[in-house]
Nanobody, 123 residues
Framework: QVQLVESGGGSVQAGAPLRLSCSAS????????VGWFRQAPGKEREFVAGISWTGGHTYYADSVKGRFTISRDNAKNTVSLQIDSLKPEDTAVYHC????????????????WGQGTQVTVSS
């Protein structure tokens, strides 16, 4: 079993950056593709970014391209999500999730989830 813990969230002003981290215990992240999702109140969980197990492939939702950057450090067993120029519409709980096979956008196809970290952006 693998446990995921997200960190780095907070309350910020629009335009500020944040760096979210996803740390794993119980199993190494290196054999998993990792996705970041977010869920705002009353909305469906939304895929925002994904990275392959090697780190060689990344994928972003159109709504975040150019502002979000996903990266991983398999030696440290962590995956990061750099968010630049935050907007109020980025307000949500951000979750990381793991699967094997390929990066996909469907939340139901991920096997392991963290509890999430809250990001709140004020205008």
């Amino acid at each position: 079993q693998v446990q995921l813990v997200e960190s780095g969230g907070g309350s910020v002003q629009a335009g500020a950056p944040l760096r979210l981290s996803c740390s794993a215990s119980g199993r190494t992240l290196s054999s998993y593709d990792v996705g970041w999702f977010r869920q705002a109140p009353g909305k469906e969980r939304e895929f925002v970014a994904g990275i392959s197990w090697t780190g060689g492939h990344t994928y972003y939702a159109d709504s975040v391209k150019g502002r979000f950057t996903i990266s991983r450090d398999n030696a440290k067993n962590t995956v990061s999500l750099q968010i630049d120029s935050l907007k109020p519409e980025d307000t949500a709980v951000y979750h990381c999730a793991l699967r094997q096979g390929s990066i996909v956008t469907a939340a139901a196809l991920y096997d392991y989830w963290g509890q999430g970290t809250q990001v709140t952006v004020s205008s």
